[in-house]
């Protein structure tokens, strides 16, 4: 495999194998910070149509996704199976921004690349929880929809920042906590407790996110605040439904500003 930061993270994108994109993952995480890895003599960027999967994995349409009852076996089950779906998605969006958007400071590919080894760690936590039920991941189906919204800001990296980051990671920090206290009532407290672990990491994942977006509407010297707004209206996300964790979306970058406008403006 090719010493080459883009490149690595490129065949790590379209690996099928699980252990060989967390294997991947874990290599570039070594070799950058043994500064190991070139940025010269890359492969080019292209729109890549598909993240590499395993086989069994099912892609649906949202709509078409069973319903999940945490009362029954089958439903946690399916529960489980979709959140370690969300984080290994999240695998293949830390190193989309890694391998397609290029001339940025070291200090950037940093952050994302450690980013993108937590969201490793997340996918086995919840995969080995999953495995605990008698469950695989590819036993239930699944959708696109977030490598889609990737595919749909290939070309910007500040739209990539405000609509991922800012805006579908976001969403989870809304609704972790009710979800946690659902899976306590239930008295489902171990994926409880591994919920609690990722809602933690995600509010620094969406700070990330937060601090690269302010940083790029400061060099284009564009108010952080409108261009923000404006994005979301081109990508359709005019209904945000409540409640807004504020607290955690404080922590994560956002402007008490932004929040005024999500409870005010959006349902």
């Known amino acids: 495999m090719s010493l080459n930061l883009f490149n690595i993270s490129h065949d790590a994108i379209i690996a099928n194998s699980i252990e060989g994109k967390l294997n991947a993952v874990r290599e570039i995480s070594s070799l950058w910070n043994s500064k190991s890895l070139t940025k010269e003599n ?3 960027v292209y729109d890549i149509k598909s993240p590499g999967r395993p086989e069994v994995i ?7 996704l ?9 439903g946690i089950g399916a529960f489980i199976h979709a959140l370690t779906h969300i984080e290994f998605e999240a695998i293949h969006l830390g190193l989309d921004v890694i391998f397609r958007f290029r001339n940025m400071s070291e200090d950037f590919y940093s952050d994302w690349i450690n980013l993108t080894e937590e969201e490793c760690t997340h996918f086995e936590l919840l995969n080995g929880h ?12 699944v959708h696109a929809e977030l490598w889609e919204l990737a595919r749909l800001s290939k070309n910007s990296l500040l739209e990539r920042m405000a609509v991922v980051p800012r805006m579908a990671e976001a969403r989870g920090l809304d609704v972790s ?30 700070g990330i996110g937060s601090k690269w977006f302010a940083a790029l509407c400061e060099e284009k010297k564009q108010n952080s605040f409108d261009t923000y707004i404006s994005i979301l209206h081109k990508y359709g996300f005019t209904e945000l439904r409540k409640p807004i964790n504020r607290e955690a979306r404080l922590a994560a970058g956002f402007t008490e500003k932004e929040l005024d406008y999500f409870e005010t403006s959006l349902k």
């Open 58 to 64: 099912k892609i649906v349409h949202k709509t078409d």
């Open 42 to 44: 890359s492969i080019e």
């Open 177 to 206: 906590p009710s979800m946690q206290n659902r899976l306590r009532k239930a008295g489902y407290l171990k994926t409880e407790k591994i919920l609690q672990k990722i809602y933690e990491d995600e509010i620094g994942h969406v």
């Open 130 to 141: 999953l495995k605990e039920f008698g469950y695989q991941y590819g036993d239930f189906p």
């Open 66 to 74: 069973p319903k999940r009852n945490l009362n029954h076996r089958e």
